[in-house]
Structures are given as C-alpha cells and as structure tokens.
C-alpha cells in the first residue's frame, strides 16, 4: 500500500508532472491563436478554416470529457492520462508534416481527444493524492497557477518563436511538455488500486448522446456569433442540443448503469461547485469579449494597448496563488466558494453598470472576476470531488471542466448575439457614426448585465444546494 505525500514537497515528481498536464491545455490555443495569420497565408486556409484549427480542438476536447472520464473511472486515471500524453506527443509530431488547412485540423482534432483523456485525471489525480483537503486545495492551485503562467505568456512567447523559426514548432513545444508529464506521472504516481474503481458496463448510448449534447452545445454559440440570428444554423443547433440533453437525462435515469449518475450529480456539494464553475466560465469568457471590443472598436486603443489594457486579469490571475491557499484556510472551503462567486457577479455588475465610463472600472471588474476564478477554480473542484464517491473522481473531475466549457461559449454567444442585434452596419468598420457609437455601448452595457443576472442566477442556486444537508457519499 502506497503512503500518501503529507506535504506539497513530498509530492513535487507527481505535482511537476499533473502541472505540465494543465500547462498544456492552457498554453495550447493561447500561443497558437498568434500563428493564426501566418498560418492562413501558408497553408492558404479560408477563415472558416482557420477558426476550426482552434475551434476543432475545443469542441472535440469539451465533447468527449465526459466519455473519458467514465472510461477512467473503470479503468485507471493514470493509465487513461498516460495514453492521452502519449497521443498528444505523438499528435504534435505529426504538426512537422502538415501541408494543408484540413491536415492541420485533423492534427486539432487529435490534440483534442488527447486534452480530453488528460486534463480531467490531472484534477482527479491531484485530488487523490492528498488525503487533507488544505493540501488538496493548495496542489490545484499550485497546478493552476504554471497553467496560468502559460496562458498569460503564450502569445508573448508565441511571438518571439515565430521571429525565429515556423509556425509548426508552436506546437512541436508540446512534445517537451507531454514527456515531463508522463516521466511526472510515471514516477510519482502509483498506478490505481482496483478497489478505487469500478466495473460497471459502459454506457454506449449515454457516453454518444452526451458527447452529442456538449458538441452542439460549443458549436451553437459560435454559430450565433458568425451566422446571426437570422440564420436558421444556431437554431438548428440548439434545438439538436436540447433534444440531445433530454434525450441524455431521460438514458441517465432509466439505465442500468448510466454513464452519470444523475443523483450523484444532485448532491449539494456537487450541484453547488459545478454552478459556482459555470458561474466563473461564464464571466471570464463573456467579460474577456467584450471588453476587448470595447477596448479596439470604441474606444480606438491599437492592439497592443488593448493587451495591455487586459493586465490587471493577467496579474491577478498569475499572482493571486498565495493568497488562495491563505483565504481559504481563514474562512473554510465552503465559505470561500460562494464568497468568490459573489466576486464573479460584483465584477460583472461593476462592469455593467460603470465600465462605459472610464477604464478604471474596467480594470476593477477585470480584476475581481479573475481573483474570483483563482479561489472559485481550486475550491470548486475539490467540493465537488468531495460530493462524489471515489471510484467517480474523474467523471466529476470531467463535469467540472464541462460547466466551464460550455458557459465559456454561452458567455461569448450571448455577449455577441446582443450586439449582433443591437448594432447595425459591420461592427469592424472604422469611423462609427453618433448613432452606431451609442448602439454599441448600450449594448455591451445590456449584455454584460445580462450576464450578471445570469451568473447572480447560478451563485443563488449554488449556495442554496450548498446549504442543503450532505449525504454521506458511499461506495457506487
């Protein structure tokens, strides 16, 4: 029987090895999106075409989670991760012999199966590996913040590589960072006991119709936002999305053995920390489109400013580690929940009700909302994980990447669909008139409150059920 590490110290082969994990999803489409351009002219790809290279990788990655998930569960997380890192090296050699825009979505695509069987374990395994809930919470933010890091450095980094070298090495980097984690995981990780799983059938029809579900569930929004409301598309998309979702809930509750078990789902631990982090998806992605708009289109600051202008989220988000583990310890991991949801609502109303009128209120909203997904992000994974039996670490390891997921891409199609209706004429076009100026900024104000009803709504809901009598979780 293996001793669990008592310290993140004791722990540091394994915690090297599940950070690299996050380092990878995180500094993926971050240090790629930058090669956007240059990728277009080389591989004389279509725009279309260059928003599958990164949309292809997140809507298979946020479709198949949950698929893994139940197959890690039954078969060993480390072992599932460890296939995943393998596919994932073995995906971006491949990157050095693409010729063409499909070949390179396919490359995406693959990257994304390989997101899928890895990022969930790297919250299961963590989770696993302590026995303390303080060390649980202080190793998900040790790994969250190298993620971080990577997210906040990866155009940057991007950049000076393309200065110097092809595009392909952008993602060839993954190679290095797929080996340390699997030498990490390998070493400092013990394979899982059998009894820590379970041999449940898999559910063949749930694990189609949920993948179903989550897919469409990504590619609506963005059919929103490129198509309009006036196209039949998104339309047509969401309805196949909500006839997948009851069509899912309706397999979950009359099979043998579902691919989620709905009830576990309903515990109050569990329900409260997925909307907590559906609450956080949801601003970050929404908050972050919109004030990049406003920052561009409105308010004229070039690129490079507009960056600039973002910081106070970036330094928030990198710095803000330390003071998590002390904040939590201070007022308990429940507490500390649902007072960083309320950050996320307090700076999406701030944002809402001020951020028209000067910067500085931008850069506070910007800065609550990241402070909020740096607690909300490493206590709502480990209450939900603390809900849920042992032998279902991963699929709720995979349900909370799920929430955030998919309210990451509501946010951002909500936000564009109110300024696709409220502003006429082609949003990008330079010289606005009075008229156009007053359309855009009266709906960004409508759309960011109408983000801050929507995620107040979850907040609400979550400390309710959190407030709700936790069963016991037994063995399933």
């Known amino acids: 029987m293996t001793t669990q590490p008592q310290s993140l110290k004791a722990a540091w082969v394994a915690l090297a090895g599940l950070s690299a994990v996050f380092l990878f999803e995180m500094l993926d489409n971050s240090i790629l999106n930058v090669a956007l351009p240059t990728i277009g002219r080389e591989l004389h790809a279509s725009t279309t075409a260059l928003q599958w290279v990164t949309g292809a990788y997140a809507v298979v990655f946020g479709g198949l989670m949950l698929a893994f998930g139940a197959v890690a569960d039954r078969f060993g997380r480390r072992r599932v991760m460890l296939t995943g890192l393998v596919l994932l090296g073995l995906a971006s050699l491949a990157t050095a012999f693409v010729t063409s825009a499909g070949e390179l979505i396919a490359v995406r695509a ?26 649980r919470v202080r190793a998900m933010t040790l790994i969250s913040t190298v993620g971080l890091v990577g997210l906040a450095v990866g155009p ?34 013990a394979a899982d006991q059998p009894s820590d799983l379970h041999r449940d059938p898999i559910d063949g029809p749930g694990a189609v119709l949920g993948t179903a579900t989550v897919v469409l569930a990504l590619v609506a929004p963005t059919l929103f936002v490129n198509e309009g409301t006036g196209s039949w598309q998104p339309w047509a998309a969401t309805v196949a999305a909500v006839a997948s979702a009851v069509a899912f809930v309706v397999r979950q509750r009359t099979a043998r053995h579902p691919l989620l078990d709905l009830k576990l789902v309903a515990r109050p631990l569990v329900s409260s920390g997925l909307a907590y982090k559906a609450a956080t998806g949801l601003a970050v992605a929404g908050l972050g489109y919109l004030v990049t708009l406003q920052l561009q289109l409105d308010w004229g600051w070039p690129a490079g400013l507009a960056a600039i202008g973002m910081l106070p989220q970036v330094i928030v988000l990198v710095a803000a580690g330390p003071f998590v583990n002390r904040f939590v310890d201070r007022v308990g991991l429940d507490r500390a929940a649902w007072l960083g949801a309320i950050a996320v609502v307090a700076g999406l109303a701030v944002y809402g009700a001020l951020g028209r009128y000067h910067y500085v209120w931008v850069a506070l909203a910007l ?15 480990v209450n939900v994980l603390r809900g849920l039996p042992q032998n279902r670490s991963s699929i709720g390891a995979a349900l909370v990447d799920t929430a955030s997921e998919v309210t990451s891409a509501a946010g951002v199609a909500v936000s564009g669909t109110i300024l696709a209706a409220m502003f006429t004429g082609t949003i990008a076009a330079a010289d606005w008139t009075t008229q156009q100026t007053h359309e855009f900024r009266s709906a960004v104000t409508i759309a960011a409150l109408t983000l801050t009803a929507t995620a107040a709504t979850l907040v609400v809901w979550g400390y309710t059920r959190s407030r709700t009598p936790t069963p016991i979780p037994e063995p399933a």
Not at 115 to 121: C, H, S, V
Not at 159 to 179: D, S, T, Y
């Open 367 to 381: 800065a609550l909302v990241a402070a909020a997904i740096r607690v909300v992000g490493a206590v709502a994974g």
């Open 156 to 189: 940057t980094a991007g950049g000076f590589i393309l200065a110097v070298a092809p595009w392909q090495v952008l993602l060839l980097v993954n190679v290095p960072i797929a080996a340390l984690a699997i030498i990490g995981i390998r070493a400092g990780i």
């Open 110 to 135: 693959t990257m994304g199966v390989a997101a899928a069987m890895t990022t969930p374990g790297s919250i299961a395994l963590a989770f696993r590996l302590f026995t303390d809930d303080g060390l």
